[in-house]
């Protein structure tokens, strides 16, 4: 009877630890998080980005988009976190197939492989980005298909 209750809360505590160990290894990599995350009225100023970047461990980079149509839909290798610095645009999360308004001061966190897309822009909008570790500029923003989300 002791042998098989020890047993039992040795498989118990072996579970928790294992299931902690992946869920700290994978949420911090952005496997489990779903969905776009928006933050509206984030900032005032980019001395506020830029203090949030570095406590977040991440790195920046500006990025700027000019009117367009907007991308069609994709996804990034990285989690990136965009602050939106000017302009307006909105944000498709294809998993939800909800659209959502950004302006100047919000933040919103691109989880890696998920699929969104930018709007349409009139003017331009400026972001600083903050990216997970320096990248060259023809790497950092790589659009991958949906299709291509399967093969990795």
């Known amino acids: 009877m002791n042998v098989m209750i020890i047993c039992l809360f040795t498989a ?3 579970s ?3 299931c902690n160990v992946l869920d700290n290894q994978n949420l911090d990599k952005g496997v ?3 969905g776009l995350k928006f933050y509206k009225q984030f900032f005032t100023s980019k001395k506020e980005v830029l203090d949030d970047i570095e406590k977040n461990g991440t ?3 500006t990025f700027v988009s000019g009117s367009t149509d907007g ?5 990034h290798k990285d989690e990136v976190q965009a602050y939106i610095m000017e302009g307006e645009t909105d944000f498709l999360d294809a998993e939800t197939n909800k659209r ?5 001061g919000d933040k919103i966190i691109v989880p890696m492989g998920e699929l969104h897309a ?3 822009i009139k003017d331009r909008v400026v972001y600083i980005l903050a990216l997970p570790e320096p990248r060259l500029p023809e790497d950092f923003l790589t659009m991958f298909t949906p299709e291509q989300r399967t093969n990795q």
């Open 12 to 14: 118990q505590v072996t």
């Open 16 to 18: 928790c630890i294992l």
């Open 32 to 34: 489990f998080q779903m």
């Open 59 to 61: 790195w920046p980079t």
């Open 71 to 75: 991308p069609p839909v994709h996804w």
């Open 100 to 104: 959502t308004m950004v302006s100047a």
């Open 118 to 120: 930018e709007g349409a």
